[in-house]
Protein backbone atom coordinates (compact mmCIF):
# COMPACT_ATOMS: atom_id res chain seq x y z
CA UNK A 1 0.00 0.00 0.00
CA UNK A 2 2.87 2.07 1.04
CA UNK A 3 4.14 2.11 -2.73
CA UNK A 4 0.88 3.31 -3.98
CA UNK A 5 -0.56 5.85 -1.45
CA UNK A 6 0.83 8.04 0.89
CA UNK A 7 2.04 10.59 -2.02
CA UNK A 8 0.84 13.47 -0.55
CA UNK A 9 4.70 13.89 0.43
CA UNK A 10 5.52 14.23 -3.63
CA UNK A 11 2.25 15.11 -5.22
CA UNK A 12 0.41 18.20 -4.50
CA UNK A 13 -2.91 19.06 -4.31
CA UNK A 14 -4.48 19.48 -8.13
CA UNK A 15 -8.10 19.98 -8.53
CA UNK A 16 -9.97 19.70 -11.93
CA UNK A 17 -9.00 22.42 -14.39
CA UNK A 18 -11.95 25.36 -13.90
CA UNK A 19 -13.12 27.11 -17.39
CA UNK A 20 -12.05 30.36 -17.82
CA UNK A 21 -14.15 33.22 -16.03
CA UNK A 22 -14.30 34.93 -19.69
CA UNK A 23 -15.98 31.11 -21.36
CA UNK A 24 -17.80 31.11 -18.39
CA UNK A 25 -20.38 33.96 -18.68
CA UNK A 26 -21.30 32.75 -22.11
CA UNK A 27 -22.55 29.10 -21.49
CA UNK A 28 -24.04 27.21 -18.53
CA UNK A 29 -22.24 24.34 -18.74
CA UNK A 30 -20.01 23.55 -15.16
CA UNK A 31 -16.88 25.25 -14.65
CA UNK A 32 -14.89 22.10 -13.57
CA UNK A 33 -13.45 20.09 -16.47
CA UNK A 34 -13.19 16.29 -15.34
CA UNK A 35 -10.05 14.58 -14.12
CA UNK A 36 -8.51 12.52 -16.46
CA UNK A 37 -7.68 8.72 -15.40
CA UNK A 38 -4.30 9.61 -14.68
CA UNK A 39 -4.88 12.93 -12.86
CA UNK A 40 -7.39 11.00 -10.65
CA UNK A 41 -5.32 8.03 -9.50
CA UNK A 42 -2.39 10.58 -8.83
CA UNK A 43 -4.68 12.44 -6.82
CA UNK A 44 -6.53 9.42 -4.68
CA UNK A 45 -3.24 8.06 -4.20
CA UNK A 46 -2.19 11.17 -2.26
CA UNK A 47 -4.46 9.52 0.25
CA UNK A 48 -2.82 8.35 3.43
CA UNK A 49 -5.30 6.17 4.25
CA UNK A 50 -5.49 7.01 8.28
CA UNK A 51 -6.63 4.69 10.71
CA UNK A 52 -9.35 6.57 11.73
CA UNK A 53 -10.49 8.30 8.39
CA UNK A 54 -11.81 12.23 9.51
CA UNK A 55 -12.95 12.73 6.19
CA UNK A 56 -15.38 9.90 6.65
CA UNK A 57 -16.23 10.94 9.78
CA UNK A 58 -17.53 14.23 8.92
CA UNK A 59 -19.39 13.04 5.89
CA UNK A 60 -23.11 12.83 6.00
CA UNK A 61 -23.15 9.68 4.85
CA UNK A 62 -20.18 7.95 6.06
CA UNK A 63 -19.06 7.01 2.67
CA UNK A 64 -15.99 4.54 2.99
CA UNK A 65 -13.83 7.29 1.71
CA UNK A 66 -10.22 6.07 1.91
CA UNK A 67 -11.23 2.28 0.62
CA UNK A 68 -12.81 3.79 -3.03
CA UNK A 69 -9.16 6.42 -3.05
CA UNK A 70 -7.18 3.55 -2.58
CA UNK A 71 -9.34 1.31 -5.12
CA UNK A 72 -9.11 4.69 -7.93
CA UNK A 73 -4.93 4.72 -7.12
CA UNK A 74 -5.26 1.26 -8.12
CA UNK A 75 -7.21 1.64 -11.14
CA UNK A 76 -10.09 -1.34 -10.27
CA UNK A 77 -12.61 1.96 -10.99
CA UNK A 78 -15.89 -0.49 -11.31
CA UNK A 79 -14.84 -1.59 -7.39
CA UNK A 80 -14.53 1.92 -6.37
CA UNK A 81 -17.43 2.73 -7.85
CA UNK A 82 -19.36 -0.02 -5.52
CA UNK A 83 -17.88 1.31 -2.64
CA UNK A 84 -18.76 4.77 -3.32
CA UNK A 85 -22.45 3.50 -4.52
CA UNK A 86 -22.80 1.34 -1.33
CA UNK A 87 -23.53 4.22 1.23
CA UNK A 88 -24.68 7.29 -1.23
CA UNK A 89 -27.32 7.05 -4.23
CA UNK A 90 -25.50 10.37 -6.14
CA UNK A 91 -22.26 10.22 -5.33
CA UNK A 92 -21.73 11.79 -9.22
CA UNK A 93 -24.30 14.93 -7.72
CA UNK A 94 -22.49 15.22 -4.31
CA UNK A 95 -18.95 15.02 -6.04
CA UNK A 96 -20.58 18.37 -7.46
CA UNK A 97 -22.42 20.02 -5.10
CA UNK A 98 -21.18 19.09 -1.54
CA UNK A 99 -19.07 22.12 0.07
CA UNK A 100 -16.67 19.30 0.78
CA UNK A 101 -14.33 22.53 2.66
CA UNK A 102 -16.84 22.06 5.28
CA UNK A 103 -17.35 18.16 5.39
CA UNK A 104 -14.92 15.93 4.20
CA UNK A 105 -12.03 17.51 2.95
CA UNK A 106 -11.80 20.26 5.13
CA UNK A 107 -11.43 17.10 7.75
CA UNK A 108 -9.17 15.28 6.07
CA UNK A 109 -6.12 15.15 8.40
CA UNK A 110 -3.38 14.27 6.02
CA UNK A 111 -0.05 15.47 7.66
CA UNK A 112 -0.42 19.15 8.93
CA UNK A 113 1.01 21.76 6.26
CA UNK A 114 -0.28 19.51 3.19
CA UNK A 115 -3.55 20.11 1.36
CA UNK A 116 -6.15 17.97 1.74
CA UNK A 117 -6.88 15.20 -0.71
CA UNK A 118 -9.34 16.18 -3.56
CA UNK A 119 -12.36 13.49 -2.69
CA UNK A 120 -15.09 15.30 -4.32
CA UNK A 121 -13.55 15.77 -7.32
CA UNK A 122 -12.20 11.49 -7.09
CA UNK A 123 -16.24 10.74 -6.05
CA UNK A 124 -17.38 12.37 -9.42
CA UNK A 125 -14.81 10.90 -11.53
CA UNK A 126 -15.31 7.43 -10.49
CA UNK A 127 -19.44 7.84 -10.88
CA UNK A 128 -19.20 10.02 -13.73
CA UNK A 129 -16.69 6.72 -15.51
CA UNK A 130 -19.21 3.84 -13.95
CA UNK A 131 -22.06 6.04 -15.94
CA UNK A 132 -19.63 6.23 -19.25
CA UNK A 133 -18.75 2.53 -18.89
CA UNK A 134 -22.20 1.28 -18.27
CA UNK A 135 -21.71 -0.28 -14.63
CA UNK A 136 -24.00 1.74 -13.37
CA UNK A 137 -27.56 -0.04 -13.44
CA UNK A 138 -31.50 0.54 -12.16
CA UNK A 139 -32.06 -0.40 -8.47
CA UNK A 140 -33.90 -3.69 -9.71
CA UNK A 141 -35.02 -5.88 -6.58
CA UNK A 142 -34.10 -9.29 -6.36
CA UNK A 143 -37.85 -10.27 -5.44
CA UNK A 144 -40.56 -8.37 -4.98
CA UNK A 145 -42.44 -8.00 -1.36
CA UNK A 146 -46.29 -7.63 -0.87
CA UNK A 147 -45.89 -3.97 0.48
CA UNK A 148 -45.85 -0.52 -0.95
CA UNK A 149 -44.72 2.68 -0.03
CA UNK A 150 -45.95 6.07 -0.85
CA UNK A 151 -43.53 9.19 -0.93
CA UNK A 152 -44.51 12.46 -1.56
CA UNK A 153 -41.60 14.82 -2.69
CA UNK A 154 -38.98 13.39 -5.68
CA UNK A 155 -36.22 15.51 -4.27
CA UNK A 156 -33.10 14.11 -3.11
CA UNK A 157 -34.50 12.96 0.55
CA UNK A 158 -37.48 11.15 -1.30
CA UNK A 159 -35.02 9.52 -4.04
CA UNK A 160 -32.68 8.06 -1.91
CA UNK A 161 -35.15 6.15 -0.02
CA UNK A 162 -37.09 5.36 -2.94
CA UNK A 163 -34.03 3.29 -4.10
CA UNK A 164 -32.85 1.65 -0.49
CA UNK A 165 -36.75 0.74 -0.63
CA UNK A 166 -37.35 -0.59 -4.25
CA UNK A 167 -33.66 -2.49 -3.92
CA UNK A 168 -35.29 -4.24 -0.97
CA UNK A 169 -38.58 -5.39 -3.02
CA UNK A 170 -41.24 -2.57 -1.92
CA UNK A 171 -43.52 -1.28 -4.92
CA UNK A 172 -42.52 2.40 -4.40
CA UNK A 173 -44.78 5.33 -5.80
CA UNK A 174 -43.60 8.85 -5.82
CA UNK A 175 -45.76 11.92 -6.15
CA UNK A 176 -44.32 15.15 -6.82
CA UNK A 177 -46.08 18.19 -7.84
CA UNK A 178 -43.75 19.38 -10.66
CA UNK A 179 -43.54 17.56 -14.08
CA UNK A 180 -39.89 16.64 -13.30
CA UNK A 181 -38.27 14.78 -10.60
CA UNK A 182 -35.18 15.73 -8.86
CA UNK A 183 -36.46 18.64 -6.38
CA UNK A 184 -34.18 21.48 -6.19
CA UNK A 185 -31.44 19.74 -7.96
CA UNK A 186 -33.78 19.99 -11.23
CA UNK A 187 -35.52 22.86 -10.36
CA UNK A 188 -33.10 24.85 -7.58
CA UNK A 189 -29.29 24.49 -8.60
CA UNK A 190 -28.13 25.89 -11.99
CA UNK A 191 -26.89 24.30 -14.30
CA UNK A 192 -22.86 25.55 -14.18
CA UNK A 193 -22.95 23.61 -10.83
CA UNK A 194 -24.86 20.54 -11.75
CA UNK A 195 -26.01 19.41 -15.58
CA UNK A 196 -29.74 18.64 -15.77
CA UNK A 197 -28.93 15.31 -17.78
CA UNK A 198 -26.75 14.16 -14.72
CA UNK A 199 -29.92 14.16 -13.25
CA UNK A 200 -32.16 13.08 -15.63
CA UNK A 201 -30.73 9.94 -16.19
CA UNK A 202 -30.78 8.89 -12.87
CA UNK A 203 -35.08 9.27 -12.83
CA UNK A 204 -34.70 7.34 -16.10
CA UNK A 205 -32.75 4.50 -13.96
CA UNK A 206 -35.04 4.78 -11.05
CA UNK A 207 -38.29 4.33 -13.55
CA UNK A 208 -36.82 1.41 -15.32
CA UNK A 209 -36.61 -0.29 -11.43
CA UNK A 210 -40.43 0.05 -11.28
CA UNK A 211 -40.46 2.93 -9.45
CA UNK A 212 -43.51 4.53 -10.13
CA UNK A 213 -43.64 8.16 -10.51
CA UNK A 214 -46.71 9.99 -10.49
CA UNK A 215 -45.53 13.49 -11.50
CA UNK A 216 -47.47 17.23 -12.00
CA UNK A 217 -49.62 15.79 -8.56
CA UNK A 218 -49.61 17.82 -5.60
CA UNK A 219 -50.80 15.98 -2.46
CA UNK A 220 -53.12 18.47 -1.24
CA UNK A 221 -54.62 19.35 -3.90
CA UNK A 222 -54.52 16.24 -6.40
CA UNK A 223 -54.75 13.40 -3.74
CA UNK A 224 -55.12 13.77 -0.07
CA UNK A 225 -52.47 12.26 2.56
CA UNK A 226 -55.04 10.26 4.13
CA UNK A 227 -55.81 8.11 0.38
CA UNK A 228 -52.02 7.81 0.48
CA UNK A 229 -52.10 6.47 3.84
CA UNK A 230 -55.01 4.20 2.92
CA UNK A 231 -53.03 3.02 -0.22
CA UNK A 232 -49.53 2.41 0.77
CA UNK A 233 -47.99 0.17 4.43
CA UNK A 234 -46.42 3.16 4.99
CA UNK A 235 -46.25 7.11 3.47
CA UNK A 236 -42.95 9.06 3.40
CA UNK A 237 -43.06 12.89 3.27
CA UNK A 238 -40.08 14.56 1.66
CA UNK A 239 -41.03 17.93 0.41
CA UNK A 240 -38.11 19.92 1.30
CA UNK A 241 -38.91 24.04 1.73
CA UNK A 242 -40.65 26.45 -0.02
CA UNK A 243 -41.92 29.44 1.27
CA UNK A 244 -39.36 32.56 0.56
CA UNK A 245 -38.49 34.83 3.00
CA UNK A 246 -39.96 38.29 2.47
CA UNK A 247 -39.03 41.97 2.35
CA UNK A 248 -40.96 44.72 3.93
CA UNK A 249 -40.50 48.14 3.37
CA UNK A 250 -40.98 50.96 1.38
CA UNK A 251 -41.95 49.94 -2.51
CA UNK A 252 -41.64 46.19 -1.53
CA UNK A 253 -44.31 45.16 -3.76
CA UNK A 254 -43.20 47.09 -6.90
CA UNK A 255 -43.30 45.23 -10.23
CA UNK A 256 -39.36 44.19 -11.13
CA UNK A 257 -38.83 42.55 -7.73
CA UNK A 258 -38.98 38.71 -7.40
CA UNK A 259 -38.41 35.86 -5.47
CA UNK A 260 -35.25 33.97 -6.06
CA UNK A 261 -36.54 30.61 -6.57
CA UNK A 262 -38.92 31.60 -9.56
CA UNK A 263 -36.19 33.13 -10.98
CA UNK A 264 -33.89 30.33 -11.03
CA UNK A 265 -36.54 28.10 -11.35
CA UNK A 266 -37.84 30.26 -14.57
CA UNK A 267 -34.15 29.99 -15.46
CA UNK A 268 -33.51 26.30 -15.31
CA UNK A 269 -37.02 25.40 -17.57
CA UNK A 270 -35.50 27.47 -20.36
CA UNK A 271 -32.35 25.31 -20.12
CA UNK A 272 -34.31 22.41 -20.41
CA UNK A 273 -36.21 23.57 -23.33
CA UNK A 274 -39.62 24.84 -21.48
CA UNK A 275 -41.45 27.30 -22.37
CA UNK A 276 -42.04 29.81 -19.77
CA UNK A 277 -44.34 33.22 -19.92
CA UNK A 278 -42.77 35.07 -17.15
CA UNK A 279 -39.46 34.64 -18.55
CA UNK A 280 -40.83 35.13 -22.15
CA UNK A 281 -42.18 38.80 -21.49
CA UNK A 282 -38.68 39.02 -19.41
CA UNK A 283 -40.37 39.39 -15.74
CA UNK A 284 -37.64 36.35 -15.10
CA UNK A 285 -34.72 37.44 -17.36
CA UNK A 286 -31.99 39.36 -16.60
CA UNK A 287 -30.63 40.15 -20.19
CA UNK A 288 -29.80 43.58 -20.45
CA UNK A 289 -30.65 44.71 -16.54
CA UNK A 290 -29.24 46.23 -13.68
CA UNK A 291 -29.99 43.48 -10.72
CA UNK A 292 -29.37 43.86 -7.53
CA UNK A 293 -29.51 40.20 -5.14
CA UNK A 294 -30.23 40.70 -1.63
CA UNK A 295 -29.11 37.94 0.40
CA UNK A 296 -25.51 36.36 1.40
CA UNK A 297 -26.24 32.88 1.18
CA UNK A 298 -25.74 30.18 -1.39
CA UNK A 299 -28.92 30.64 -3.28
CA UNK A 300 -27.95 34.03 -3.56
CA UNK A 301 -24.84 33.06 -5.48
CA UNK A 302 -26.30 30.94 -7.42
CA UNK A 303 -28.82 33.74 -8.67
CA UNK A 304 -25.85 36.35 -9.18
CA UNK A 305 -24.00 33.37 -11.27
CA UNK A 306 -27.21 33.20 -14.01
CA UNK A 307 -28.01 36.75 -14.06
CA UNK A 308 -24.15 36.92 -15.23
CA UNK A 309 -25.34 34.55 -17.91
CA UNK A 310 -28.21 35.61 -18.97
CA UNK A 311 -26.20 38.72 -19.99
CA UNK A 312 -27.64 40.99 -17.48
CA UNK A 313 -25.50 44.87 -17.86
CA UNK A 314 -24.16 44.84 -14.40
CA UNK A 315 -25.16 42.68 -10.99
CA UNK A 316 -24.72 43.83 -7.43
CA UNK A 317 -25.16 41.51 -4.25
CA UNK A 318 -26.15 43.13 -1.18
CA UNK A 319 -25.48 41.90 1.92
CA UNK A 320 -25.82 43.49 5.53
CA UNK A 321 -22.86 41.30 7.27
CA UNK A 322 -19.58 41.13 5.72
CA UNK A 323 -17.00 38.42 3.37
CA UNK A 324 -16.03 36.77 6.58
CA UNK A 325 -19.82 36.57 8.01
CA UNK A 326 -21.73 35.42 4.61
CA UNK A 327 -23.01 32.14 5.27
CA UNK A 328 -22.63 31.25 1.46
CA UNK A 329 -19.70 29.11 0.00
CA UNK A 330 -16.48 31.46 -0.28
CA UNK A 331 -15.61 29.11 -2.48
CA UNK A 332 -19.08 30.31 -4.61
CA UNK A 333 -18.48 33.73 -4.46
CA UNK A 334 -14.67 33.64 -5.64
CA UNK A 335 -16.12 32.21 -8.62
CA UNK A 336 -18.96 35.18 -8.95
CA UNK A 337 -16.40 37.52 -8.10
CA UNK A 338 -13.93 36.12 -11.47
CA UNK A 339 -17.16 36.46 -13.29
CA UNK A 340 -18.19 40.03 -12.77
CA UNK A 341 -20.04 40.06 -9.85
CA UNK A 342 -20.09 43.24 -7.42
CA UNK A 343 -20.43 42.50 -3.84
CA UNK A 344 -21.84 45.09 -1.88
CA UNK A 345 -21.37 43.96 1.71
CA UNK A 346 -22.15 45.68 5.17
CA UNK A 347 -25.55 47.04 3.31
CA UNK A 348 -28.99 46.20 3.77
CA UNK A 349 -32.47 47.69 2.12
CA UNK A 350 -34.31 50.53 3.40
CA UNK A 351 -36.71 51.05 0.74
CA UNK A 352 -37.25 50.45 -3.06
CA UNK A 353 -37.71 53.60 -5.48
CA UNK A 354 -39.76 53.33 -8.78
CA UNK A 355 -43.08 54.17 -10.32
CA UNK A 356 -44.96 50.49 -10.67
CA UNK A 357 -41.86 49.47 -11.62
CA UNK A 358 -38.31 49.38 -9.45
CA UNK A 359 -36.05 51.74 -10.46
CA UNK A 360 -33.62 51.49 -7.67
CA UNK A 361 -32.97 50.32 -4.14
CA UNK A 362 -32.09 52.44 -1.19
CA UNK A 363 -29.67 50.93 0.82
CA UNK A 364 -28.43 51.37 4.20
CA UNK A 365 -24.38 50.69 5.56
CA UNK A 366 -24.45 48.37 8.06
CA UNK A 367 -21.61 47.53 10.89
CA UNK A 368 -21.38 44.58 13.27
CA UNK A 369 -22.02 44.75 16.58
CA UNK A 370 -21.57 42.90 19.77
CA UNK A 371 -22.48 39.08 19.77
CA UNK A 372 -25.73 37.92 20.53
CA UNK A 373 -26.52 35.04 22.87
CA UNK A 374 -25.36 32.79 19.77
CA UNK A 375 -21.90 34.08 19.69
CA UNK A 376 -22.98 36.00 15.93
CA UNK A 377 -22.33 39.93 15.96
CA UNK A 378 -25.20 41.69 15.37
CA UNK A 379 -25.96 44.15 12.74
CA UNK A 380 -27.01 47.65 13.29
CA UNK A 381 -27.36 50.43 10.70
CA UNK A 382 -25.02 53.44 10.42
CA UNK A 383 -27.38 56.15 10.60
CA UNK A 384 -27.20 58.85 7.70
CA UNK A 385 -25.07 56.41 5.54
CA UNK A 386 -28.03 55.99 3.33
CA UNK A 387 -26.83 55.20 -0.60
CA UNK A 388 -28.50 54.09 -3.85
CA UNK A 389 -28.08 51.34 -6.47
CA UNK A 390 -30.08 51.29 -9.36
CA UNK A 391 -32.07 48.47 -10.29
CA UNK A 392 -34.30 47.01 -12.94
CA UNK A 393 -34.36 43.72 -11.85
CA UNK A 394 -34.38 43.08 -7.59
CA UNK A 395 -34.21 39.82 -6.90
CA UNK A 396 -35.28 38.34 -3.02
CA UNK A 397 -32.80 35.27 -1.88
CA UNK A 398 -33.18 35.78 2.20
CA UNK A 399 -34.06 31.82 2.75
CA UNK A 400 -36.59 29.60 2.93
CA UNK A 401 -39.11 28.35 5.55
CA UNK A 402 -41.80 25.11 5.15
CA UNK A 403 -45.02 25.75 4.19
CA UNK A 404 -47.65 24.73 6.49
CA UNK A 405 -48.29 21.51 5.84
CA UNK A 406 -51.05 20.40 8.16
CA UNK A 407 -53.34 23.15 6.60
CA UNK A 408 -52.13 22.20 2.84
CA UNK A 409 -52.43 18.08 3.53
CA UNK A 410 -55.85 18.45 5.73
CA UNK A 411 -54.19 17.22 8.48
CA UNK A 412 -54.39 19.19 11.74
CA UNK A 413 -52.48 16.36 13.70
CA UNK A 414 -49.41 16.31 11.92
CA UNK A 415 -47.08 18.00 14.21
CA UNK A 416 -44.79 20.87 13.41
CA UNK A 417 -42.02 22.12 15.47
CA UNK A 418 -42.13 25.72 16.25
CA UNK A 419 -40.58 26.69 12.90
CA UNK A 420 -42.86 24.74 10.89
CA UNK A 421 -40.83 21.99 10.15
CA UNK A 422 -41.75 18.39 10.50
CA UNK A 423 -41.70 16.86 13.89
CA UNK A 424 -40.76 13.44 13.93
CA UNK A 425 -39.19 10.97 16.62
CA UNK A 426 -35.47 11.26 15.61
CA UNK A 427 -35.17 7.15 16.53
CA UNK A 428 -38.18 6.01 14.38
CA UNK A 429 -38.19 9.21 12.29
CA UNK A 430 -41.98 8.55 12.32
CA UNK A 431 -44.44 11.76 12.52
CA UNK A 432 -47.10 12.17 14.86
CA UNK A 433 -48.90 10.42 12.22
CA UNK A 434 -48.79 6.60 12.18
CA UNK A 435 -46.97 4.99 9.44
CA UNK A 436 -46.50 8.64 8.14
CA UNK A 437 -42.51 9.76 7.71
CA UNK A 438 -40.77 12.87 7.59
CA UNK A 439 -37.23 13.33 5.93
CA UNK A 440 -34.84 16.16 4.28
CA UNK A 441 -35.84 19.56 4.49
CA UNK A 442 -38.76 19.52 5.51
CA UNK A 443 -37.49 17.93 9.31
CA UNK A 444 -34.12 19.89 9.10
CA UNK A 445 -34.91 23.25 7.20
CA UNK A 446 -32.96 24.29 4.28
CA UNK A 447 -30.06 22.03 4.41
CA UNK A 448 -27.59 20.29 1.96
CA UNK A 449 -28.17 17.57 -0.53
CA UNK A 450 -25.89 15.04 1.20
CA UNK A 451 -28.16 15.35 4.74
CA UNK A 452 -31.64 14.88 2.16
CA UNK A 453 -29.54 11.78 1.01
CA UNK A 454 -28.83 10.64 4.48
CA UNK A 455 -32.24 11.46 6.06
CA UNK A 456 -33.86 8.98 2.78
CA UNK A 457 -31.70 6.41 3.70
CA UNK A 458 -32.20 6.15 7.61
CA UNK A 459 -35.95 6.63 6.44
CA UNK A 460 -36.06 3.59 4.35
CA UNK A 461 -34.38 1.77 6.77
CA UNK A 462 -37.13 2.67 9.52
CA UNK A 463 -39.90 2.33 6.93
CA UNK A 464 -38.31 -1.34 6.18
CA UNK A 465 -38.57 -1.33 10.27
CA UNK A 466 -41.89 -0.16 10.36
CA UNK A 467 -44.28 -2.62 7.89
CA UNK A 468 -41.82 -5.71 8.72
CA UNK A 469 -43.41 -5.37 12.44
CA UNK A 470 -46.97 -4.07 11.64
CA UNK A 471 -46.81 -6.87 8.91
CA UNK A 472 -49.65 -6.49 5.98
CA UNK A 473 -52.22 -4.75 8.43
CA UNK A 474 -53.26 -1.48 6.96
CA UNK A 475 -52.32 1.73 8.33
CA UNK A 476 -55.73 2.99 8.89
CA UNK A 477 -55.85 0.25 11.36
CA UNK A 478 -52.07 0.13 12.63
CA UNK A 479 -52.66 3.48 13.62
CA UNK A 480 -55.51 2.48 15.92
P1 LIG B 1 -36.37 19.18 -2.30
O1 LIG B 1 -35.13 19.00 -3.11
O2 LIG B 1 -36.87 20.54 -2.11
O3 LIG B 1 -37.51 18.28 -2.96
C1 LIG B 1 -38.82 18.32 -2.49
C2 LIG B 1 -39.77 17.84 -3.56
O4 LIG B 1 -41.09 17.77 -2.99
C3 LIG B 1 -39.87 18.77 -4.76
O5 LIG B 1 -39.68 18.04 -5.95
C4 LIG B 1 -41.29 19.36 -4.67
O6 LIG B 1 -41.85 19.58 -5.95
C5 LIG B 1 -42.02 18.25 -3.94
N1 LIG B 1 -43.21 18.69 -3.23
C6 LIG B 1 -43.33 19.69 -2.32
N2 LIG B 1 -44.60 19.78 -1.86
C7 LIG B 1 -45.29 18.82 -2.49
C8 LIG B 1 -46.66 18.40 -2.45
N3 LIG B 1 -47.56 19.00 -1.66
N4 LIG B 1 -47.04 17.36 -3.24
C9 LIG B 1 -46.15 16.75 -4.06
N5 LIG B 1 -44.86 17.10 -4.13
C10 LIG B 1 -44.43 18.12 -3.35
N6 LIG B 1 -27.34 21.93 -1.31
C11 LIG B 1 -26.09 21.48 -1.52
O7 LIG B 1 -25.69 20.51 -0.88
N7 LIG B 1 -25.26 22.06 -2.43
C12 LIG B 1 -25.67 23.10 -3.20
O8 LIG B 1 -24.89 23.60 -4.02
C13 LIG B 1 -26.99 23.60 -3.03
N8 LIG B 1 -27.43 24.61 -3.80
C14 LIG B 1 -28.72 25.04 -3.63
C15 LIG B 1 -29.18 26.06 -4.44
C16 LIG B 1 -30.47 26.53 -4.29
C17 LIG B 1 -30.95 27.62 -5.17
C18 LIG B 1 -31.30 25.99 -3.28
C19 LIG B 1 -32.68 26.53 -3.08
C20 LIG B 1 -30.86 24.97 -2.47
C21 LIG B 1 -29.56 24.48 -2.64
N9 LIG B 1 -29.07 23.45 -1.86
C22 LIG B 1 -27.80 22.98 -2.05
C23 LIG B 1 -29.93 22.79 -0.84
C24 LIG B 1 -30.50 21.47 -1.37
O9 LIG B 1 -30.94 21.63 -2.69
C25 LIG B 1 -31.63 20.97 -0.48
O10 LIG B 1 -31.14 20.87 0.84
C26 LIG B 1 -32.13 19.58 -0.90
O11 LIG B 1 -32.55 19.60 -2.25
C27 LIG B 1 -33.29 19.12 0.00
O12 LIG B 1 -33.79 17.92 -0.48
P2 LIG B 1 -35.29 17.46 -0.18
O13 LIG B 1 -35.46 16.18 -0.90
O14 LIG B 1 -35.55 17.52 1.27
O15 LIG B 1 -36.23 18.59 -0.82
FE1 LIG C 1 -17.60 14.54 0.69
FE2 LIG C 1 -20.16 14.94 0.12
FE3 LIG C 1 -18.89 12.91 -0.97
FE4 LIG C 1 -19.45 12.87 1.63
S1 LIG C 1 -20.91 12.83 -0.04
S2 LIG C 1 -17.51 12.30 0.66
S3 LIG C 1 -19.25 15.05 2.16
S4 LIG C 1 -18.44 15.07 -1.33
FE1 LIG D 1 -7.20 9.98 3.32
FE2 LIG D 1 -7.56 12.50 4.24
FE3 LIG D 1 -9.38 10.64 4.69
FE4 LIG D 1 -7.03 10.48 5.92
S1 LIG D 1 -8.59 12.06 6.23
S2 LIG D 1 -8.16 8.78 4.97
S3 LIG D 1 -5.69 11.31 4.32
S4 LIG D 1 -8.76 11.44 2.69
Redesign the pocket.
Known sequence: MAERMLKFVSVPQRTPDKRDAVARRRDWDEIYRAFSAERAAEQAARCSQCGVPF?QV????G?N?PDWLKLTAEGRLEEAYEVAAAT?TF?EI??RV?P?DR???GNCVIEKGYDSVT??AV?KYITDTAWERGWIVPPNPRHELPFSVGIVGAGPAGMAAAEWLRRKGYAVHIYDRHDRAGGLLIYGIPNFKLEKPVVLRRWEQFAAAGIVFHQDCAVGRDVGLGELRARHDAVLIATGVYKPREIGGPGAGLAGIVPALDYLTASNRKGLGDRVAAFDDGTLDAAGKRVVVIGGGDTAMDCVRTAIRQGARSVQCLYRRDRANMPGSLREVKHAEEEGVEFVWLAAPEAFLGDGRVRAVRAVRMHLGLPDATGRQQVEPIPGSSFTLEADLVIKALGFDPEDLPTMFGEPDLACTRWGTLKIDHRTMMTSLAGVFAAGDIVRGASLV?WAIRDGRDAAAQIHRYVQATAARPLAVAAE
Open positions: CHCPLNINPCGCQLCEIGEV
